[in-house]
């Protein structure tokens, strides 16, 4: 038989902590950024990614302040037969540098570089890709073959011609050339953000307002285009760093006596036999660089991306 | 198919002559002349106008483009159809169908090398995901993936080569030799150096792949038939895993290039990449102006390659 | 009291339980599943998504990976074990003895093999023979299921068809090996309502060709009415009732089966307002004590702190509730707190008819 909904008043119900009815499922609500936030400090290889870079980052800036002209100053008192010791971890090298500090300082150098180049490139890439993503039809159209052609270029050979060409130990021209061969990724990215969102409703609304081009573009449209860019300048520093010691390695960088992970490198190799570790030190911290900038943009990607995947 | 091939073919055509402006722009428009190597007190004004006439550096710009251009298609019958080398006179073509075949030995070699392992190695991966083996072959791909090519060029090269003394250092072949076995000597390590970074890469992919695949709904469709856990992978999952990796395949080639430069530099090898990167420091510019083309070329032709047989493997694509 | 198994019945699952051990706590997706299916007989498993039906049905075919587990019960299917089976027996079941059809056709084929080889690979695989012959019967199963110039069909990829098409040949595939069993699991859910009538179709006349019996899942009680001899409602991971299909349409007497019927719009109906329960299905990895139903039942009493047991309400008919058999107070009284021993003293019976 049907009965009366609820319970019979005067009755005495036990509670239990899932009887409370409108307790269920109900989650803080948080903003996206939060989420995005949370999502990564739960990735434990993002987080990892993020102390190591803040490690390197920090130890780019501190070590050369401490070390002042230790990482050019040659000396004929120190050399490699030198113990190590705490102003000198590393020891010295064969001109009498202290290793340690000339590491540091290369560091620094790379890490400026990288981010400059990816500076550029993000610049670039958010350009061609919000106007070609923006305006579709021809305009589109040119754009991404010329992306394509740019893309067939054979991109290190490339930066090797534009720095040798334009000047060989020139840190700008240096930035300049890896920015100027590498910005046809980022480009798709906003370029396809762009096609995504020009239908999205609230364009279509700032449309309706009577928003010009240009505002729905920089004020709307560029700030969610952002965050694929954000992940791929992350990822894009690893790449710019390996190129620039790759450049210097090949002597078409930056040559001694400034201070390059891949110059250390050049000069390592002829002592490699006594000295082995003089590879190792640059070669590992090209790698931690590498391996903190991947994480970093794999976390962070991860995090922003809606579409969560399971991680063990 | 045929259609689409030419279609394709079509179409890459805009994208060489942007790369020919575009190569062409940046060798003739930097600072500095072929001819400044030339310079000095005791070369007169005279010598060095006539180098410039000789050259044809006195020409505008659009014209030398253009003589350039329309000669350098000519290559297959034409010796001379892309000048002479700045270096030691010797005709471009014959410098660099000469390097040629030693860099595509080269890449060859690694491309399938990389297939051979990385493939294996993703799919043991995704089906045994989680498990210890997978979680350390995944540190060693990070690592791996990570490690610049000159690096490790460098350190296999001192330990091998040098400590060790069991490979050759440098080259191709030893001096006065060329027999086999002296060259696959002489391959092991540059092939080593490259397939190291690309099975650390591919594999990854490979087990992204292998995953994405596993969690179809086919593949539960396939084992509710009674189909055993080989026959599923084999069958089911392994077709549908290879065919993003397929299309990788093919726009990798850029990046193949690059690695060569850098390797062949490093070992020796004399191949296309290391004569480009000499070509640059010597200002060589028909060589470099040569190296980049066919370069651009070869991308061109991966990516047409890695579209074809995409088409080919998965049958969802209509051409 | 368990009731002596009964002739005839193909399939028996008795207290199934599975559960999955996720990063967020344990899930008892089934927790105590019994349900029986007769030899050509057609069993309905009715519920909302979510309540476990799916769970059952891959725990059948011993399909659950991890992190789900079977945890205890037994499977008997036509006197053997399943659950104790050696995985290489199992193999031989699957796709053989006991079919299954899924809920999406548009992503449960593969996409790089023809329709053809999809269909021949089962009978390959149980029958063996020659590709020629496999192949033959394809073609032949096509033209059972009613699909037009089978011949073609067998040599096109999936993705050439449309999605009515795809579950027919679906269920060709399963059907190629004469399963005694077949398991669909909503497989009209994601179709168009007209193809949802033509495979319903489709599947009773094949039923009545091959004395097939059929487990099949829904949550849309038209489609049980329609097919099945039999029915079994679940809820939350359990059974809340179970019986034939007119004493569960006509005589429902779980407050779920009720509320779930009422909701049903009729046609000539003058309301203002759909029929609802009220509240949302308990979160599973925190469900409340006492019966999993009374946070949303019209008849919640004390007594439902305590777990209800799946007692016997008429000739065949269990139901999972206090209330007794015609739907009064309960015999141990409302405000009873109930203990174990009380409630195994009322008459139970832990499967279907």
Redesign the interface.
């Known amino acids: 038989?049907?009965?009366?909904?609820?319970?019979?008043a005067g009755?005495?119900?036990?509670l239990?902590?899932?009887?409370d009815?409108d307790e269920?499922?109900l989650v803080p609500v948080q903003t996206f950024w939060q989420l995005v936030r949370r999502r990564f400090l739960q990735n434990r290889m993002a987080v990892i990614g993020l102390v190591l870079m803040a490690i390197l980052i920090a130890s780019s800036i501190v070590f050369p302040i401490i070390g002042g002209d230790a990482w050019f100053k040659t000396s004929l008192v120190h050399g490699p037969k030198d113990p190590i010791s705490l102003t000198a971890p590393m020891g010295y090298d064969n001109l009498g540098i202290n290793i340690f500090f000339r590491l540091m300082k290369a560091l620094q150098t790379s890490l400026i570089i990288g981010t400059f180049a990816v500076l550029i490139i993000a610049g670039i890439g958010t350009a061609v890709g919000s106007i070609s993503g923006y305006a579709g039809g021809l305009v589109d159209n040119l754009m991404m073959r010329f992306v394509d052609i740019v893309l067939s270029l054979p991109g290190f050979f490339l930066v090797i011609m534009l720095v040798a060409f334009m000047g060989s130990g020139n840190v700008f021209v240096i930035i300049f050339a890896i920015g100027l061969t590498g910005w046809t990724t980022a480009a798709r990215l906003v370029r396809a953000e762009f096609l995504r969102l020009r239908e999205a409703d609230f364009v279509q609304a700032a449309k309706a307002l009577g928003a010009s081009d240009r505002r729905i573009i920089v004020r709307h449209m560029i700030p969610s285009a952002m965050a694929p860019v954000v992940v791929a300048s992350t990822l894009g520093i690893a790449d710019s760093v390996v190129t620039e010691a790759a450049l210097s390695f090949l002597t078409f960088g930056l040559r001694p006596p400034e201070a390059s992970l891949g110059n250390m490198l050049t000069g390592a190799q002829d002592y490699f036999y006594r000295q082995p570790l003089w590879v190792y030190y640059p070669g590992i911290l090209l790698i931690l660089v590498v391996l903190a900038a991947s994480f970093l943009g794999d976390g962070l990607r991860d995090a922003l991306d809606p579409r969560q995947r399971i991680e063990a | 198919m045929a259609t689409y091939i030419l279609r394709r073919l079509i179409q890459a055509i805009p994208i060489m002559i942007g790369i020919s402006i575009i190569s062409f722009l940046i060798v003739n428009l930097t600072p500095g002349s072929p001819v400044d190597k030339f310079r000095s007190p005791r070369v007169s004004p005279e010598t060095i106008q006539n180098l410039i006439r000789l050259y044809g550096l006195d020409q505008p710009l659009i014209i030398r483009f253009w003589s350039w251009f329309t000669h350098f298609w000519t290559f297959p019958f034409d010796k001379l159809a892309w000048g002479y080398s700045f270096t030691d006179g010797l005709a471009v073509r014959d410098k660099i169908f000469q390097r040629i075949p030693s860099t595509l030995l080269l890449m060859g070699t690694s491309l399938v090398v990389t297939i051979v392992l990385a493939i294996p190695i993703g799919i043991l991966q995704a089906v045994k995901q989680y498990s210890w083996a997978d979680k350390l072959i995944t540190t060693f791909e990070t690592v791996g993936y990570a490690m610049p090519t000159f690096w490790l060029g460098l350190i296999l090269k001192q330990t091998f080569a040098v400590q060790l003394n069991w490979l050759p250092l440098y080259g191709q072949n030893a001096l006065g030799k060329h027999d086999l076995p002296d060259m696959l000597m002489h391959l092991i390590l540059p092939v080593t150096t490259l397939a190291v970074i690309s099975v650390a890469g591919w594999s990854r992919y490979m087990r992204a792949s292998m995953l994405e695949v596993l969690r179809?709904?086919?593949i539960?469709?396939?084992?509710?038939?009674?189909?055993?856990g080989g026959q599923v992978i084999r069958?089911?999952a392994l077709?549908?895993a290879l065919?993003p990796i397929v299309t990788l395949l093919g726009l990798t080639i850029p990046s193949l290039l690059s690695g060569a430069a850098i390797t062949e530099t490093v070992f020796s090898w004399p191949g296309l990449g290391w004569l480009g990167v000499q070509s640059v420091i010597d200002r060589d510019y028909p060589v470099v102006l040569a190296v980049v083309m066919i370069g651009g070329t070869m991308v061109i032709i991966g990516n047409l390659l890695a579209d074809i047989a995409y088409a080919v493997?998965?049958?969802?694509i209509h051409y | 009291m368990t009731r002596a198994d009964g002739q005839g019945d193909l399939l028996a699952v008795e207290d199934l339980r599975t559960h999955f051990a996720t990063s967020d706590g344990l899930v008892k997706a089934v927790d105590g599943v019994s349900l029986r299916i007769r030899q050509g007989k057609t069993l309905g498993v009715v519920g909302e998504s979510g309540c476990g039906k799916s769970i059952t049905a891959l725990s059948i075919?011993r399909?659950i990976e991890r992190p789900g587990r079977i945890v205890s019960g037994s499977i008997k299917f036509d006197g053997q074990d399943l659950l104790a089976m050696r995985e290489?027996d199992m193999?031989?079941?699957?796709?053989?003895q006991i079919?299954?059809i899924?809920q999406?056709p548009m992503?449960?084929?593969?996409?790089?093999y023809t329709c053809g080889e999809q269909i021949a690979?089962?009978v390959l695989?149980?029958r063996g023979g020659s590709h020629k012959a496999a192949i033959g019967r394809a073609i032949d199963m096509l033209a059972q299921v009613g699909i037009p110039d089978p011949k073609r069909r067998a040599s096109e990829?999936p993705?050439q068809l449309s999605g009515g098409m795809r579950q027919r040949v679906?269920i060709a595939?399963a059907l190629s090996t004469d399963p005694e069993l077949l398991i669909a699991d909503e497989p009209t859910t994601a179709l168009d309502v007209t193809i949802q009538a033509q495979i319903l179709e489709l599947m009773k006349a094949l039923r009545e060709k091959n004395r097939m019996a059929i487990m099949l899942i829904t949550h849309d009680l038209g489609v049980v009415a329609e097919m099945s001899d039999d029915v079994s409602v679940m809820y939350a991971g359990k059974i809340v009732e179970a019986s034939d299909a007119v004493s569960v349409f006509d005589r429902p007497h779980h407050p779920y089966t009720r509320g779930l019927l009422a909701s049903i719009p009729r046609l000539g109906e003058k309301r203002e307002k759909l029929a609802v329960i009220k509240?949302?299905v308990?979160?599973p990895l925190?469900?409340?004590?006492g019966c999993l139903f009374k946070?949303r039942c019209?008849?919640?009493?004390?007594v439902c702190?305590t777990p209800p047991p799946l007692r016997s309400v008429g000739d065949g008919h269990v139901s999972r509730c206090w209330l007794a058999p015609?739907?009064?107070k309960p015999e141990i009284g409302?405000?009873a707190q109930a203990t174990e021993a009380v409630a195994a003293a009322l008459t139970l019976t832990v499967a279907a008819p």
């Open positions: 038989m049907a009965r009366s909904e609820g319970l019979p009755s005495t119900v036990r239990s902590p899932a009887d009815f269920v499922d | 179809q709904d086919y539960r469709t396939a084992r509710s038939k009674g189909l055993n069958k089911h077709r549908n065919i493997v998965d049958p969802r | 075919m399909l290489e193999r031989d079941v699957r796709g053989n079919s299954m899924f999406e992503t449960s084929l593969n996409p790089v690979e089962s695989t149980h990829h993705h679906m595939m509240g949302v308990p979160n925190n469900l409340p004590s946070r019209p008849d919640a009493m004390p702190d015609d739907g009064g409302e405000n």
